[in-house]
């Protein structure tokens, strides 16, 4: 993304608020997912974030937590990003 560098910002359950890297979005079956990280470090973290459309028409976005979408969507975002490789 070099330096259009997003960040979006996430609250958890508790409350907290944590900023992740958006690395790369795509789209599937009408979804917009985020591959995210909470750090720049080339061994960084990595989630992947699913966009929640609200009545308010504000960008919501949880955790993926299914495996059989995580698996496929992986494989997506290693095609886009090439170098990548992305284990959970």
Known sequence: MG???KYIRFET???EQV???VLEQTMLAGVNY???TDSGEEEAEAYI???I???????VYEMVEDE???EALSKVFEEILED???TF
């Open 53 to 59: 459309n609200t009545e308010e028409d504000t960008k």
């Open 13 to 15: 359950e508790t409350g």
């Open 84 to 86: 990548v490789d992305i």
């Open 3 to 5: 330096s259009q560098e």
């Open 49 to 51: 974030m699913k966009e």
């Open 68 to 70: 059989n979408v995580l």
């Open 19 to 21: 900023s992740f890297f």
């Open 34 to 36: 985020l591959l995210v």
